[in-house]
């Protein structure tokens, strides 16, 4: 029997756009604000804190996190595989 507080992670796998998003953050320094989201997702990616927003249209599977002000975190949710495969981290706007 499990006693306390147990958590499944997770797992968290990064497209090839997402990897060179990567980069641009690191410049922009916005690597810690992102590191922050990338754990809250792997812990819980419902968790509505900060909020998220499922993204409709075309993008209806999708949801995306506000990095800043411009920049979001846009990912998908595969519950089977418990995975989360994130798609972009720069600018929805470009």
Known sequence: MLTGDF???WKIVFTS???????????AG???KVSQL???LSKNPYQNSPPYEKLKGSLSEYYSRRINIQ?????????KEKSIQIIRM???YE
């Open 17 to 27: 756009q997402s990897q060179k998003d990567s980069k641009k953050i690191q410049s």
């Open 7 to 9: 958590i499944l992670a």
């Open 30 to 32: 916005l690597h810690t």
């Open 71 to 79: 920049h979001r975190l846009v990912y998908k949710i595969y519950e």
């Open 38 to 40: 990338l754990d809250i």
């Open 90 to 92: 720069w600018t929805h």
